[in-house]
């Protein structure tokens, strides 16, 4: 089994927190938890190993109550022509170095208001509705301690398959050689068929969450006879046909890993750890050929025709495309009968560079006819980005994806450069679209990236387990165990662990 779940990497200390426990009769447990939290994300016991991947379900919506003052709570909210009290509440927030806060919370059968309505403006407020707040959301943690006692993949599928949240893919493999997959989560359904993308009008009941989508229907497999399983953030269906997601998400990281698998006819360990940190991008494979069918030929056109879409960090034809792609992205999309110049402009870079959008985008790159060169020649768009590109001087892929190693709290300023709180720039290999996931983005003014936060790999033949991580066992920047692996996860090299 190999696991990899991509987050958020240049923060120190490390997200995880990697143990090993021991117990009577040679019991063990070893992987990654969060800090101060027993439960483990990635990992495996003598007789089962598992890894999670986020699913992206949705689990959270918002809706518009029309507000009035009054009643025995001070406020009410309307449905269809009646009103009923909100149910009122104060919560105490206790806040380091500042004074402690009251929040008024006002809520109902639908979610919490998001702000407390204005006396004198009575009217539409926004409510949050969220799954987990739900009776039952705590047994969560209980889900997760009952894998590390199960015994088989079966027993592992049936114990996370009730699980609240968070909503996960999880892969499991077994010492009596059996594998499988499992989601979990609470998914609300919907009412009229509304996608959760905006906000709905709540007086209107019919508009309300109508229960879960059955456990049942969750995705699963079991021994399937392809002979692996795999999962990799990409777009998941309800097992009677529905999508989980509202949005689409690209397969681009599952393909690759598929294709890798399906290769091999036995994997390794060590044919694992070379797969987490493959950089061949799918997405490049399936774009690059639809635009250079367009492009005219020359030195621009052949080189990137030769390129082996891998983003190691010292390749300049992955530099190319990229500019390339956010060109052409540019040329088609930012008209101003499109989404516009600049409004395009921030979504090609770190700001606002957007998964979901990009898959969008590529879904319609890929279509011989759209409205959105209805009025225009594909074509020709694509060889005029190709124009603004075609003689820029070469660029490494390591000199526009690189990133810091920073200590979230003290690497502001000068004086947490002085005391090491931030590094130099570190190269990133892969991108959005690679199994070594190298995502960089900027959050507000802070730098921040989504990549591997952990690498195992484990064989259940065995009683050890091979990682490495962005970080190390201490929070303490002077102790020498800060940031031991950060060596192993940028060389791709891997220690040991034994039971």
């Known amino acids: 089994l190999a696991g990899d779940p991509h987050l958020e990497v240049n923060r120190l200390p490390a997200i995880w927190y990697e143990i090993v426990l021991k117990w009577d009769d040679g019991q063990y447990a070893m992987g990654a938890t969060l800090p101060g939290c027993p439960l483990m994300a990635v990992g495996r016991t003598p007789k089962l190993a598992w890894s999670v991947t986020y699913l992206h379900a949705n689990t959270s919506d918002f809706f518009i109550e029309d507000c009035r003052p009054g009643g025995s709570t001070g406020w009410q909210y309307r449905r269809g022509s009646d009103w009923h009290d909100f149910e009122r509440r104060q919560e105490l927030v206790r806040r380091k170095g500042n004074k402690d806060v009251v929040l008024d919370v006002l809520e109902n059968e639908v979610g919490t208001l998001t702000r407390t309505p204005d006396e004198d403006t009575p009217g539409m407020y926004l409510s949050s509705a969220w799954i987990g707040g739900q009776v039952g959301g705590g047994r969560a943690i209980g889900n997760w301690l009952q894998v590390i006692h199960s015994q088989s993949v079966l027993e592992a599928m049936q114990s996370v398959r009730p699980c609240p949240h968070p909503a996960l893919v999880w892969v499991f493999a077994d010492s009596e050689d059996h594998i499988g997959s499992q989601a979990n989560g609470w998914l609300p359904v919907r009412g009229t068929d509304q996608s959760g993308i905006v906000p709905i009008p709540a007086w209107d009941e019919k508009n309300h969450w109508q229960g879960t989508v059955p456990e049942e229907l969750l995705p699963h497999e079991y021994d399937p006879a392809i002979g692996f399983v795999a999962t990799a953030n990409e777009e998941l269906y309800r097992t009677d046909g529905p999508p989980l997601h509202a949005h689409g998400f690209p397969d ?55 390129w082996d879409y891998r983003y190691d960090t010292d390749c300049t034809e992955a530099a190319l495309f990229q500019n390339f792609y956010h060109q052409v992205l540019l040329e088609i999309f930012g008209h101003e009968e499109g989404i516009g110049w600049r409004r395009m402009l921030y979504l090609c870079t770190r700001m606002g560079y957007s998964t979901l959008v990009l898959c969008a985008a590529d879904r319609l790159l890929r279509k011989v006819t759209s409205s959105w060169w209805k009025a225009r020649d594909k074509g020709e768009m694509i060889r005029q980005a190709a124009k603004r590109v075609e003689n820029r001087p070469p660029q490494t892929w390591s000199s526009i994806n690189w990133f810091h190693f920073a200590n979230r709290f003290f690497s502001a300023g000068s004086v947490g450069r002085l005391l090491g709180l931030r590094s130099r720039a570190i190269p990133m290999r892969g991108c959005h679209a690679t199994i070594f996931q190298g995502h960089l983005l ?15 790999v484990t064989e259940l033949g065995t009683d050890q387990a091979w990682t490495n991580l962005p970080g190390g066992p201490s929070e303490n920047r002077f102790s020498k165990w800060y940031n031991t692996d950060i060596p192993l996860w940028l060389n791709a090299e891997y220690k040991e662990l034994t039971s």
């Open 442 to 456: 900027t959050t507000a003014t802070r730098e921040s990236t989504f990549a591997p936060s952990y690498h195992m």
């Open 252 to 306: 681009y990281r599952k393909r690759r890993i598929v294709e890798r698998l399906t290769e091999l006819p036995q994997a390794t360990v060590k044919d694992m750890q070379e797969m987490q940190y493959d950089v061949l991008s799918m997405q490049a494979r399936d774009l690059l050929p639809i635009f250079l069918a367009h492009v005219e030929e020359g030195p621009f056109k052949e080189t990137l025709a030769n």
